[in-house]
């Protein structure tokens, strides 16, 4: 029990950790599951209609429910990820403090204004 106490600072966030990982791998379970039964009752659903046991109609509408779901799983997927790759995309994004290489060519130019009219005029006096 004293063993217990004395180690939480290193064993709870290692279980917690652990206890996240189970949370992501029940999750990604149960949408892989999702996706899988939806193409098993599409499958079924063409098994009947080859049997006979739907009209034409019954099948277009069941099959179209039925893509349309898995198409909306997909979706939700797509955007899941796009979301996540944004999210990692803001947390490492710098933001650039260098000057642009037209900026740059200004500056040099500038100097090299400033330098001829130096040069050029001779009465110029310096002072301390």
Excluded: C
Aim: glycine fraction near 4%.
């Amino acid at each position: 029990m004293l063993g217990k106490i004395l180690l939480l600072p290193i064993t709870g966030p290692i279980s917690g950790l652990v206890w996240i990982a189970e949370q992501i791998q029940e999750r990604t379970n149960t949408e892989f599951d999702d996706q899988e039964n939806l193409h098993k009752q599409l499958l079924s659903l063409q098994l009947k209609f080859d049997m006979g046991e739907f009209s034409e109609e019954e099948f277009d509408s069941q099959e179209e429910e039925l893509l349309l779901n898995i198409q909306a799983l997909e979706l939700e997927e797509e955007s899941r990820l796009a979301l996540e790759l944004e999210e990692e995309q803001e947390d490492y994004s710098v933001e650039s403090e260098f000057i642009d290489v037209y900026e740059e060519d200004e500056v040099y130019q500038k100097q090299g204004v400033f330098v001829k009219e130096y040069e050029e005029n001779e009465n110029l006096v310096l002072s301390p």
